[in-house]
Protein backbone atom coordinates (compact mmCIF):
# COMPACT_ATOMS: atom_id res chain seq x y z
CA UNK A 1 0.00 0.00 0.00
CA UNK A 2 1.35 3.45 -0.61
CA UNK A 3 0.03 6.74 0.82
CA UNK A 4 0.52 10.04 -1.45
CA UNK A 5 0.26 13.34 1.10
CA UNK A 6 -0.42 16.41 -0.58
CA UNK A 7 0.85 19.64 1.67
CA UNK A 8 -0.10 22.67 1.25
CA UNK A 9 -0.65 26.50 2.09
CA UNK A 10 -3.82 28.43 0.58
CA UNK A 11 -3.41 30.74 -2.00
CA UNK A 12 -6.33 32.57 -3.68
CA UNK A 13 -9.09 30.23 -4.45
CA UNK A 14 -11.47 30.79 -7.51
CA UNK A 15 -14.33 29.09 -9.74
CA UNK A 16 -12.18 27.03 -11.50
CA UNK A 17 -9.86 25.83 -8.79
CA UNK A 18 -13.38 24.44 -6.59
CA UNK A 19 -14.47 22.75 -10.13
CA UNK A 20 -10.94 21.57 -11.27
CA UNK A 21 -10.49 20.21 -7.20
CA UNK A 22 -13.47 18.21 -7.82
CA UNK A 23 -12.72 16.82 -10.97
CA UNK A 24 -9.40 15.51 -9.56
CA UNK A 25 -11.55 13.74 -6.50
CA UNK A 26 -13.48 12.13 -8.55
CA UNK A 27 -11.06 10.59 -10.77
CA UNK A 28 -9.14 9.70 -7.93
CA UNK A 29 -12.08 7.65 -6.31
CA UNK A 30 -12.80 5.89 -9.89
CA UNK A 31 -9.31 4.52 -9.97
CA UNK A 32 -9.24 0.68 -9.35
CA UNK A 33 -7.02 0.69 -6.20
CA UNK A 34 -7.56 3.74 -4.14
CA UNK A 35 -8.58 3.20 -1.08
CA UNK A 36 -9.52 7.18 0.79
CA UNK A 37 -8.55 9.58 1.61
CA UNK A 38 -8.08 11.99 4.84
CA UNK A 39 -7.17 15.80 5.25
CA UNK A 40 -5.69 17.93 7.68
CA UNK A 41 -5.10 21.63 8.75
CA UNK A 42 -2.61 22.60 11.22
CA UNK A 43 -3.58 25.49 12.56
CA UNK A 44 -0.37 26.21 14.03
CA UNK A 45 1.05 27.78 10.64
CA UNK A 46 -2.10 27.30 7.94
CA UNK A 47 -0.97 24.40 5.93
CA UNK A 48 -3.32 21.72 4.93
CA UNK A 49 -2.43 18.10 4.01
CA UNK A 50 -4.30 15.71 2.07
CA UNK A 51 -3.62 11.99 2.64
CA UNK A 52 -4.78 9.23 -0.08
CA UNK A 53 -3.92 5.75 0.16
CA UNK A 54 -3.40 3.30 -2.36
CA UNK A 55 -3.36 -0.05 -3.22
CA UNK A 56 -0.69 -0.37 -5.72
CA UNK A 57 2.02 2.56 -7.03
CA UNK A 58 0.80 1.62 -9.93
CA UNK A 59 -2.66 3.18 -8.99
CA UNK A 60 -1.42 6.35 -7.70
CA UNK A 61 0.80 6.85 -10.81
CA UNK A 62 -2.93 6.99 -12.86
CA UNK A 63 -4.01 9.80 -11.17
CA UNK A 64 -0.51 11.18 -11.32
CA UNK A 65 -0.55 10.95 -14.82
CA UNK A 66 -4.18 12.33 -15.43
CA UNK A 67 -4.82 15.37 -17.58
CA UNK A 68 -6.88 16.90 -14.97
CA UNK A 69 -3.83 16.29 -12.29
CA UNK A 70 -1.20 17.49 -14.79
CA UNK A 71 -3.59 20.60 -15.46
CA UNK A 72 -4.07 21.39 -11.89
CA UNK A 73 0.01 21.14 -11.45
CA UNK A 74 0.73 23.60 -14.01
CA UNK A 75 -1.75 25.81 -12.48
CA UNK A 76 -1.30 25.80 -8.94
CA UNK A 77 1.02 28.72 -8.64
CA UNK A 78 -2.38 30.64 -9.13
CA UNK A 79 -4.02 29.21 -6.26
CA UNK A 80 -1.40 28.09 -3.61
CA UNK A 81 1.07 30.03 -1.33
CA UNK A 82 3.53 26.74 -1.85
CA UNK A 83 3.40 22.85 -1.61
CA UNK A 84 4.89 19.73 -1.24
CA UNK A 85 4.48 15.96 -1.80
CA UNK A 86 5.54 12.88 0.02
CA UNK A 87 5.00 9.20 -2.06
CA UNK A 88 5.07 6.69 1.18
CA UNK A 89 5.22 3.37 1.16
CA UNK A 90 3.24 1.97 3.95
CA UNK A 91 4.92 -1.05 5.93
CA UNK A 92 2.19 -1.44 8.81
CA UNK A 93 -0.80 -0.06 10.13
CA UNK A 94 -2.49 -0.63 13.44
CA UNK A 95 -4.60 1.10 16.30
CA UNK A 96 -7.78 0.23 18.71
CA UNK A 97 -10.49 -0.29 15.68
CA UNK A 98 -12.19 2.26 17.36
CA UNK A 99 -12.04 4.59 14.53
CA UNK A 100 -12.91 2.06 11.87
CA UNK A 101 -15.70 3.79 10.89
CA UNK A 102 -14.15 6.87 10.15
CA UNK A 103 -11.02 6.34 8.33
CA UNK A 104 -10.43 4.69 5.03
CA UNK A 105 -10.12 1.00 5.32
CA UNK A 106 -6.39 0.27 5.82
CA UNK A 107 -4.74 -3.36 5.64
CA UNK A 108 -1.21 -4.11 5.36
CA UNK A 109 0.22 -7.45 5.23
Avoid at 69 to 84: D, I, N, P
Amino acid sequence: MYSSTFIFAKGQYDEEFYKLDEEIAAVAKSIPGYIGEEAWENPSNGLISNVYYWESIEALQQLVSHPKHREAKEKQSKWLAGYQVVISQVLRTYGDSKLADLLPKLSTS
